[in-house]
Nanobody, 122 residues
Framework: VQLQASGGGLVQAGGSLRLSCAAS????????VGWFRQAPGKDREFVST????????EFADSVKGRFFVSRDNAKNTVYLQMNSLKSEDTAAYYC????????????????WGQGTLVTVSS
């Protein structure tokens, strides 16, 4: 599975961005997709995950109620809608995929895209 994340940029606090993760290479609907982020000087952390059919979704407590995840398997794409952005959301955001169910641990995802940088100015 090859993944391509896009949609990052500079946004003011309180604003919104939508990240996309486009996949190719195998049956996408069989893959759970996770979003992770890494701020400068910090470890990579879990943000969200969505199962292959979209029936299971999970978010980190820090983004619950502000971030939403969805997928369009016909387009082989997963979206992360980020609303009410805060300065602490500034990070490189990565999408990752694994065959099978969703997991919260980055170590359990075999396929990774390059990061897309999100910068939130206060």
């Amino acid at each position: 599975v090859q993944l391509q994340a896009s949609g990052g940029g500079l946004v003011q606090a309180g604003g919104s961005l939508r990240l996309s993760c486009a996949a190719s290479g195998r049956t996408f609907s069989s893959c759970a997709v996770g979003w992770f982020r890494q701020a400068p000087g910090k470890d990579r952390e879990f943000v969200s995950t969505i199962s292959g059919n979209g029936g299971y979704i999970e978010f980190a407590d820090s983004v619950k109620g502000r971030f939403f995840v969805s997928r369009d398997n016909a387009k082989n794409t997963v979206y992360l809608q980020m609303n009410s952005l805060k300065s602490e959301d500034t990070a490189a955001y990565y999408c990752a995929a694994r065959v099978g169910g969703s997991r919260l641990s980055a170590a359990l995802y075999a396929y990774w895209g390059q990061g897309t940088l999100v910068t939130v100015s206060s």
